[in-house]
């Protein structure tokens, strides 16, 4: 299964970007251009998603990449159904926003839980990175629907300790011994 979403994802990556230079050389960028563009671009995006969630499979947390792959099942099918089906309005857009982030989280979720801790600060390290991410994900999901100018702070904060975790956890790990 692997295979098939890395394939999938090169292929679709590949098409998304061929399409995008034709359109932009050729100027010629009409609706039908923007559908298939989204539509390649999100197979990509969501094979990317589904590689990460693969690579939890088999290990101790193999159910957070099963919820991955069903995540990126839904998340998918709301892709290819707002971008033909004729939608309206505002919450289309938020709604597809909001899977993306939510795809970024669960990529990162899965490569993070890829780290197998050497000590307890690496244990800590991975765990701050993922609820530091989680919860900036949740607080910009409700700012999105809330509309709230205020949320920038405590999503920048969360930001900031998640990608400093990140970086710090594989180090960390490599320097134990």
Same mark, same amino acid.
């Given at each position: 299964?692997?295979?098939?979403?890395? %394939?999938?994802?090169?292929?679709? /990556?590949?098409?998304?970007?061929? /399409?995008? %230079? $034709? =359109?932009?050389?050729?100027?010629?960028?009409?609706?039908?251009? &923007?559908?298939?563009?989204?539509?390649?671009?999100? =197979? $990509?995006?969501?094979?990317?998603? &589904?590689?990460?969630?693969?690579?939890?499979?088999?290990?101790?947390?193999?159910?957070?990449? #099963?919820?991955?792959?069903?995540?990126?099942? !839904?998340?998918?099918?709301?892709?290819?159904?707002?971008?033909? &089906?004729?939608?309206?309005?505002?919450?289309?857009?938020?709604?597809?926003? !909001?899977? @993306?982030?939510?795809?970024?989280?669960?990529?990162? !979720?899965?490569?993070?839980?890829?780290?197998?801790?050497?000590?307890?600060?690496? #244990?800590?390290? !991975?765990?701050?990175?993922?609820?530091?991410?989680?919860?900036?994900?949740?607080?910009?999901? $409700?700012?999105?629907?809330?509309?709230?100018?205020?949320?920038? /702070?405590?999503? +920048? @904060?969360?930001?900031?300790?998640? @990608?400093?975790?990140?970086?710090? +956890?594989?180090? +960390?790990?490599?320097?134990?011994?």
């Amino acid at each position: 299964m692997r295979r098939l979403f890395l %394939i999938s994802f090169l292929l679709f /990556l590949f098409a998304t970007g061929s /399409l995008g %230079i $034709s =359109a932009l050389i050729n100027g010629s960028f009409d609706d039908g251009t &923007a559908r298939i563009l989204i539509t390649t671009g999100a =197979a $990509s995006f969501y094979s990317l998603v &589904a590689l990460a969630c693969l690579s939890l499979f088999g290990r101790s947390n193999e159910i957070v990449g #099963k919820a991955g792959l069903l995540f990126c099942g !839904v998340a998918f099918a709301h892709a290819l159904y707002t971008t033909w &089906a004729p939608t309206d309005g505002l919450g289309f857009i938020q709604h597809r926003i !909001v899977f @993306v982030l939510i795809g970024l989280a669960v990529i990162h !979720v899965c490569l993070m839980l890829l780290i197998n801790p050497r000590g307890i600060i690496v #244990k800590g390290l !991975v765990l701050g990175a993922i609820t530091a991410g989680a919860l900036a994900c949740l607080i910009t999901v $409700s700012s999105i629907y809330a509309l709230s100018a205020g949320a920038w /702070l405590p999503i +920048a @904060v969360l930001g900031i300790v998640s @990608v400093c975790c990140t970086i710090g +956890a594989p180090i +960390a790990n490599m320097a134990h011994k």
